[in-house]
């Protein structure tokens, strides 16, 4: 299967650049992939595809302020860093810009030498190991400082409200980007749906940085996914046991809840049970979903792994067919636009 099969024409005035004052306010293309029929509605009348008994489960990551600019002491050079993954106490591996003057044993000042770094190890494309040092109070609450949300490149708009990129659910930090699928629900909507015995589950997967690397690979099956740390707790995979021995359906919030859903029902076939670890799942047309029955989740990249999730789900022929719709209709497309709700029955049975 050739990766350019899932590519299609973007205006680039579809990209949204700013969220909506509204969370609840974007608009959402719902996809039947029972009867191939779409459906538009407002994201807050989700309520109206959903069944008591159904579950949503959502992902309660939090993004760091993970991007930092600073200098090198001894030139004043600007220098840009984006942290990765912490390998040890206040040691990170990281992304820097340029790399090339950033050699091990360099030291680096951030905020007026509030924060300092040290290169420890040099590694590819720009990698540096590198570990921090400060005064007083804790890493994170000077990254909250000093750093800037790591925005994925195609938004360009300044954002003012940290908190507009991170879920009002957000809970463990640990990702570089947010869960964007997740962004479109406020506390009093997650009341309304628990009101009408709709459950909501967490999970957790910390968004890594292959989020915004493009696939290189001119076939879909020679592209290997990068790893992201998961976590499903206890009362989770209860409450999803009981969903499914009920008769409701699962549906997860974004691309993150569905994969972390995959790996945990692929490593215990019996049923959900409570695990953390790595997964590099990577779900494409031919699949067969154990996990979840639907998917909430927002517009994506022409030629990306989210796209071919979404294709394995419903279809790939009715999501490209969903994404034209969906430019003719000039739906808000990416981090901060629209939402599409795959899920059969949605239509045709109701």
């Known amino acids: 299967?050739?990766?350019?099969?899932?590519?299609?024409?973007?205006?680039?005035?579809?990209?949204?650049?700013?969220?909506?004052?509204?969370?609840?306010?974007?608009?959402?293309?719902?996809?039947?992939?029972?009867?191939?029929?779409?459906?538009?509605?407002?994201?807050?009348?989700?309520?109206?595809?959903?069944?008591?008994?159904?579950?949503?489960?959502?992902?309660?990551?939090?993004?760091?302020?993970?991007?930092?600019?600073?200098?090198?002491?001894?030139?004043?050079?600007?220098?840009?860093?984006?942290?990765?993954?912490?390998?040890?106490?206040?040691?990170?591996?990281?992304?820097?810009?340029?790399?090339?003057?950033?050699?091990?044993?360099?030291?680096?000042?951030?905020?007026?030498?509030?924060?300092?770094?040290?290169?420890?190890?040099?590694?590819?494309?720009?990698?540096?190991?590198?570990?921090?040092?400060?005064?007083?109070?804790?890493?994170?609450?000077i990254l909250d400082r000093l750093g800037e949300m790591p925005l994925p490149p195609y938004i360009r708009e300044q954002l003012n409200d940290k908190e507009r990129y991170q879920t009002v659910f957000s809970k463990h930090i640990g990702s570089v980007a947010a869960p964007t699928a997740g962004l479109h629900f406020t506390e009093e909507l997650i009341e309304k749906l628990q009101d009408q015995k709709i459950h909501v589950a967490y999970i957790t997967l910390h968004v890594g940085l292959g989020t915004f690397r493009p696939v290189s690979a001119e076939l879909v099956e020679e592209h290997e996914m990068h790893g992201e740390y998961y976590q499903i707790s206890k009362g989770t995979a209860n409450l999803l046991n009981q969903v499914r021995e009920d008769g409701g359906r699962i549906i997860g919030v974004g691309t993150t809840s569905a994969r972390t859903l995959e790996t945990v029902a692929n490593n215990s076939p019996k049923g959900f049970e409570e695990q953390s670890g790595w997964t590099d799942i990577f779900i494409y047309p031919g699949y067969t979903f154990k996990g979840i029955d639907g998917l909430i989740t927002n517009f994506h990249l022409p030629q990306s792994t989210l796209i071919m999730l979404v294709s394995a789900l419903a279809g790939k022929d009715l999501i490209m067919r969903s994404y034209k719709e969906a430019v003719d209709a000039e739906y808000r497309f990416f981090s901060f636009g629209d939402a599409m709700l795959i899920l059969e029955g949605s239509i045709s049975h109701r």
Not at 39 to 63: M, Q, W
Request: charged letters at 30%; hydrophobic letters at 35%.
């Open 1 to 141: 299967m050739k990766v350019n099969e899932f590519d299609f024409d973007l205006p680039e005035h579809l990209i949204a650049q700013t969220p909506l004052k509204d969370r609840t306010k974007s608009r959402m293309l719902v996809v039947d992939p029972e009867s191939g029929s779409l459906e538009h509605n407002a994201f807050s009348d989700i309520t109206k595809y959903l069944k008591p008994g159904d579950c949503l489960v959502l992902n309660d990551t939090r993004v760091l302020p993970a991007r930092l600019y600073g200098i090198k002491p001894d030139t004043g050079a600007k220098i840009e860093v984006l942290l990765l993954k912490e390998e040890d106490d206040d040691t990170w591996k990281t992304l820097v810009k340029p790399a090339k003057r950033i050699k091990s044993g360099t030291t680096l000042s951030f905020g007026d030498g509030q924060l300092k770094a040290t290169c420890l190890e040099e590694g590819a494309q720009g990698e540096r190991l590198l570990s921090f040092a400060y005064e007083g109070n804790t890493f994170y609450e």
